[in-house]
């Protein structure tokens, strides 16, 4: 199976800060990476898809880039409604598989 | 507006059988791949199992393998997962999801004697 390895597992931010997360394969899965947003007792919510593209009705300051092994997720400027637990996953192959999340809270 | 209501979830002893269902609406449910996705209380996300659109395909992660199944009828726009042989490792939020884009907001799953 490929592992995702999520870095940090979780940060402390403050309003306005900018925010990277990092995602790292055990193998080159391409592209083939979806971003997710969780918040307490909620669903997943999609970001992004292919690693860098926007899902419809997510704000700018979301952005994903990597290829290969590496990939991180960018929020620009971080908002109040930002404070959640981020996920990547590979669908690169199968099983699909998660990150083990980074949970951003508020400094 | 595209929906999926997931139900069925319940308290079962281990061992035990469950069936549940996720019910589509807002989009041609035949046309996608659908997923279900776990969560363990407290925990991170699994994925669980998936189904092509027309059934054709169906891939598990090796943890479920033989002892759950994933099926649709896409006359009644449903999908399904027939969860057997339950463990108490199986308890968990279960969300059925199109293709991992759009959520349902999950059934609980305790597996407890």
């Known amino acids: 199976d490929i592992q995702m390895t999520q870095s940090p597992s979780s940060l402390s931010a403050s309003v306005g800060d900018r925010v990277t997360i990092t995602c790292r394969a055990s193998?080159?899965?391409?592209?083939?990476l979806d971003w997710f947003q969780q918040k307490p007792g909620k669903a997943p919510k999609c970001l992004m898809y292919?690693?860098?593209t926007l899902k419809s009705g997510v704000p700018s300051r979301f952005s994903g880039s990597g290829s290969g092994t590496e990939f991180t997720l960018t929020i620009s400027s971080l908002q109040p409604e930002d404070f959640a637990t981020y996920y990547c996953?590979?669908?690169?192959?199968?099983?699909?598989?998660f990150g083990q999340g980074t949970k951003v809270e508020i400094k | 507006e595209m929906q999926l209501v997931e139900s069925g979830g319940a308290l079962v002893q281990p061992g035990g059988s469950l069936r549940l269902s996720c019910a589509a609406s807002?989009?041609?449910?035949?046309?996608?791949?659908m997923d279900w996705v776990r969560q363990a209380p407290g925990k991170g996300l699994e994925w669980v199992a998936n189904?092509?659109?027309?059934?054709?395909?169906?891939y598990y992660v090796d943890s479920v393998k033989g002892r759950f199944t994933v099926s649709r009828d896409n006359t009644k726009n449903s999908l399904y997962l027939q969860m057997d042989s339950l463990r108490a490792e199986d308890t968990a939020i279960y969300y059925c999801?199109?293709?991992?884009?759009?959520w349902g907001q999950g059934t609980l799953v305790t597996v407890s004697s």
């Open positions: 996953l590979q669908y690169n192959k199968y099983p699909r598989t």
């Open positions: 189904i092509k659109g027309d059934g054709s395909e169906r």
């Open positions: 292919a690693a860098s």
């Open positions: 193998q080159g899965i391409r592209n083939d």
């Open positions: 999801s199109t293709a991992l884009v759009d």
């Open positions: 807002g989009f041609t449910f035949s046309n996608y791949w």
